[in-house]
């Protein structure tokens, strides 16, 4: 019960990448570029998040402007790359968007995600997250990262918001 009430109060979202929204892999190119994979599923979600007047942010160590595209073309307008101090960028947009610590839902996934988690009303991890993130949330998602725990924390916040619609419109990218 208590788990439904803190997804009452979310507000907004805050996600890593790598381990997160991907399964934390990279592929390496003969070029030195790095890909990753994302799942469609998360996609569908967080374009509806976003079409429901979620403030989305995405704060990442990574440096790949592929995934700069792809999160802005599911409509992420804050899309943070190549951060190295997650809280000063959070704190920053929280004060940006007016947005109270209490009210946000960080997912994350290895130890730089430690002191954002921390500062957040509800902290979340995927399955597949460290031990130590494990500790620190209020929630685990029996899904693992990139195969749809970003989906799993959007859809439960949005059904118990009586948000969750099937709208035909939102198309995953």
């Known amino acids: 019960m208590v788990l439904f009430d803190q997804l009452k109060k979310v507000k907004a979202f805050v996600f890593d990448v790598d381990g997160v929204l991907t399964n934390g892999e990279v592929l390496v190119t003969e070029e030195g570029e790095q890909l990753r994979s994302f799942y469609i599923k998360d996609g569908y979600a967080l374009k509806l998040a976003v079409k429901q007047g979620y403030p989305i942010a995405v704060i990442t160590g990574g440096k790949s402007l592929g995934v700069k595209l792809r999160l802005e073309g599911l409509g992420i307008k804050d899309v943070f790359i190549d951060i190295s101090h997650k809280t000063m960028i959070l704190e920053q947009w ?43 949330s209020h929630y685990i998602s029996p899904v693992k990262g990139g195969k749809g725990a970003v989906r799993d924390v959007i859809e439960k916040v949005l059904r118990l918001q009586n948000k969750w619609d099937i709208d035909p419109e939102v198309k995953s990218v």
């Open 94 to 136: 929280m004060q940006k968007n007016n947005i109270q610590a209490e009210s946000i839902l960080y997912m994350g996934d290895d130890i730089p995600d430690i002191e954002a988690m921390g500062m957040v009303g509800f902290a979340s991890c995927p399955a597949d997250a460290v031990e130590d993130i494990k500790a620190i």
